[in-house]
């Protein structure tokens, strides 16, 4: 769906750089004083938000349900305890120095999470989306990506070629277009004298050079182009230490006291003078709200909002998403099978399996053995983490053989459709359905962008929701 979102345009490939902060002096210059915001939800659109009021001083509250901070950001280490919707509990045997993210793990080099990276001092490295040395598994078969890419566009090329020079395409092409593109195929196919695909050094692989008809029933097209998109092309980056260096930073200039964990907002009424939000200690009032629940959980809390935009929010469609790490003693991947990082596409229902794009070479390595979307992860979802891991071991097997199951030292599952305060890895169809000011309620948060499950959406949502309230204070006081 989003695939087909991008190809007609609905898909962002840049973000807006021109945003202006508000600065204490737009107050104090004009003898204002700053408003109170209260803040629902800890995850990247809140404590943005946050992060971007208080640089003019507001007053901030930050209410957040869960009793971690950073919602879908999550990077999960050793001794971490996850829980979920239906009560299975796991606790990360991780090393000492290994981390999976749960959650987010790249990003895209025009995304205004890099802005934010470099304004909050958060290191990056490469994280190795595509590497043409990992897998396309299709039927049974494990074939380098590279091999795969060059079979594939050898044959195509061969049988364009062919069809012009046939004069199938005389209708379309001038002689001049016709030897152009011939010259464009013999390369881009690696074609030989005869215009023939004979193999070339593109290809990984020694062995015998698959026959179009094999080629073209490996039936995974996605797999040789999903890292041509303008979401996945390289380079792209990841955080040093973690996706959640990212909410370090934010916490840490926000400040933890305007934080209150745990506490979810039950009940938000704006009375047109100011916003009360209750919840199960007291009440917080204030002058504006920013609402950064998850749509679907929003709609279930009680508020002043009318009901036709309550019942839009509970209108979006629910993505299940789910994430297992495997903690190894041994790096085989890079030792065996010389893969440093990327991704291998399969036609199992593991989805992909990701190879870590740091500490190479080092002792031990955490692998990404399923990344899987919808009803694939719905299929996991349902299961215990025992059976989660089991499963995917041997579809894993299937890709790696039985190495796959040897110097695994330990393993922990993420359902996103089962997290409490999130139930959904993300919620799409919503934008330009719904508005994002209501009276004093503002809502933020990915799903309002055209960046959703992008970090960068949830933070530029917040800056809006920032820019409205501060045009607004301003005129207010
Ligand atoms: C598996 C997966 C992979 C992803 N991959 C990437 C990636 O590679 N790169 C990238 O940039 N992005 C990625 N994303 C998307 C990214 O995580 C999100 O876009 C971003 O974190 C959303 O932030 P948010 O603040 O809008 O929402 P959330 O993080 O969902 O925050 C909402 C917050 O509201 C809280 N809340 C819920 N109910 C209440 C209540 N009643 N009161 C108070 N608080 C409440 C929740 O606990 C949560 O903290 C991925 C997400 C997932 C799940």
């Known amino acids: 769906m989003l695939a087909a979102m991008g190809a007609l345009g609905l898909v962002p490939s840049s973000q807006s750089t021109t945003y202006t902060a508000p600065q204490p002096g737009d107050f104090t210059l004009t003898g204002r004083s700053p408003k109170r915001v209260v803040i629902l939800g800890a995850g990247i659109a809140g404590l943005a938000a946050a992060y971007e009021l208080l640089k003019a001083g507001y007053d901030v509250t930050i ?8 919602g879908r950001n999550l990077t999960i280490r050793g001794g971490d305890e996850i829980t979920e919707i239906g009560g299975a509990t796991q606790r990360a045997a991780f090393r000492e120095g290994t981390y999976f993210n749960a959650g987010p793990a790249r990003i ?20 190795v989306n595509s590497n043409a040395d990992a897998y396309v598994h299709t039927s049974g078969k494990s074939i380098r990506l590279r091999t795969a890419r060059a079979d594939t566009q050898g044959h195509l090329s061969e049988l364009l070629a062919k069809a012009a020079n046939q004069g199938a395409l005389d209708a379309d092409l001038t002689a001049d277009d016709k030897t152009n593109l011939l010259d464009l195929l013999r390369e881009f196919g690696q074609l030989g004298e005869q215009l023939t695909y004979e193999g070339g050094e593109r290809r990984a692989d020694p062995g015998a050079i698959p026959s179009v008809g094999e080629v073209l029933g490996y039936r995974i097209p996605y797999a040789l182009t999903w890292d041509l998109a303008h979401d996945q092309a390289m380079p792209m980056f990841q955080p ?32 047109g003078r100011e916003v009360v939000v209750e919840h199960r200690n007291g009440a917080v009032r204030a002058d504006y709200c920013v609402a950064t629940l998850p749509p679907h959980i929003l709609a ?29 003693g041994r790096r085989w991947w890079e030792l065996d099978e010389k893969i440093y990082g990327g991704t291998s596409e399969t036609d199992l229902d593991i ?33 215990s983490p025992a059976a989660r891991l089991e499963r995917a071991l041997r579809a894993g097997e299937q890709v790696h053989g039985p190495r796959y199951r040897k110097d695994l030292l330990s393993s ?16 799409v169809g919503l934008q330009n359905v719904v508005e994002q000011t209501h009276g004093r309620i503002y809502l933020a948060g990915d799903w309002l962008t055209g960046l959703v499950a992008w970090q960068a959406g949830a933070f530029e949502s917040a800056r809006k929701a920032v820019l409205s309230i501060h045009e607004r204070a301003l005129k207010e006081n």
Not at 63 to 70: D, I, Q, T
Not at 245 to 264: E, F, K, M, W, Y
Request: positive net charge; aromatic residues 10%; glycine residues 12%.
């Open 240 to 271: 040093v230490g973690g996706m959640d260096r990212i909410v370090d930073a934010l916490v840490a200039n926000v400040g933890r006291h305007r934080i209150r964990t745990g506490t979810p907002a039950t009940k938000i009424t704006d009375t």
């Open 63 to 70: 209410l957040e349900a869960a009793k971690k901070v950073g």
């Open 300 to 328: 279930r809390v009680p508020s002043s909002l009318p009901q036709e935009v309550v019942f839009r929010l509970g209108g979006g469609f629910l993505f299940a998403g789910g994430k297992l790490g495997l903690e190894y």
């Open 351 to 383: 989805g992909r399996i990701w190879y870590p794009s740091h500490g190479f070479h080092e002792r031990r390595g955490l692998l990404v053995g399923y990344y899987n979307l919808a009803d694939q992860a719905a299929a996991y979802d349902a299961l």
């Open 108 to 127: 895209a080099q025009w995304m205004l999470t890099m802005d934010y990276c470099r304004e909050l001092g958060v290191p990056l490295e490469i994280f």
């Open 412 to 427: 922990v599952s993420m359902s996103w459709a089962n997290r409490p305060h999130v139930e959904a890895m993300m919620n």
